[in-house]
């Protein structure tokens, strides 16, 4: 249209511009059928807490075109997480259609046990997963917020609870308000989030899967729940004397 004083009349040609955004990474079309489970991951047991524990028989996570391994020696865990893992990264490829990488940080140490920095990571449940980035970008572990691909890192914590086997998982709170936005613009509605994402809610919704844990915001730290074949499987000791508490007075808040 020309420039004027004059209102668009029928027949004006006009050219509008539309600010592109984000490319879109999920949902566009659906992704490859879910490969199945790997083999030779059975027998893994884990044993005490994810603060105090250790794993039996410790399996490694296998190679996959799923997702990319970090360290050999931090990606060992009990048979139950590395099959729901497994099980989610498919799940979340095939309904998303993200074909993006995935990084998985650190698991536990061969035996379990102490394994720093973190707190817990000690019993083969606990699994660093690093927030996927917008296409593009070079990888990093600590990326700015606006390079994260929020509705793929939606969608991948969506199929973590798709497993029902998680038990909880941690991102900063200030990070949690971008995962909701993500989440509702991919269709979810405020009272499905209430369960899944403590942000807005933190007072009264310590239930929620999602909750703040300072130090994760390259990352999420996804914690399995317990396997059906696991009997001495504990859930995290709560106990000051057993934590870092009384000994590190410097370090309030440590990655768990
Ligand atoms: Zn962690």
Partial sequence: MNRGKRS????????????????????????PPPPPAPDG??????????????????????????YTRGFDRWLWGSSHTIRA??????????????????VIGSMSLRRGGRFAPHRS?????????RLPLLPALPLTAFPNADEIDWPAA?????????????????LEGPLQRRLYQAALWE?????????IIAWPNRKGHEG?????????DGHIHVRFRCGP????????????????????????????
């Fill in 187 to 195: 269709g979810a509605t405020p009272d499905q989030l209430r369960e």
């Fill in 41 to 66: 991951i059975d027998g893994a047991r884990s044993v005490g807490a994810p603060n105090r524990g250790r794993i039996k028989d410790a399996v490694q996570l296998p190679d996959s075109p799923l």
């Fill in 154 to 170: 939606w969608e991948l914590v969506r199929a973590l609870v798709r497993t029902g086997e998680i038990e909880v998982i941690f």
């Fill in 229 to 256: 074949d696991e009997p001495r499987c504990r859930p995290r000791r709560r106990d000051p004397e057993a934590t870092w508490l009384a000994s590190a007075p410097h370090s309030p808040d440590p990655p768990r």
């Fill in 121 to 129: 990571h000690q019993s083969g449940r606990d699994v660093d997963i």
């Fill in 208 to 216: 929620a899967l999602v909750r703040h844990s300072r130090g994760h």
């Fill in 8 to 31: 668009p009349q029928p027949g004006d040609q006009l050219t509008i511009w539309i600010d592109p955004g984000a490319p879109r990474t999920v949902n566009v079309a659906p992704g």
């Fill in 85 to 102: 893992l497994h099980a989610a990264i498919a799940d979340f490829r095939h309904q998303s259609g993200f074909a993006g990488e995935i």
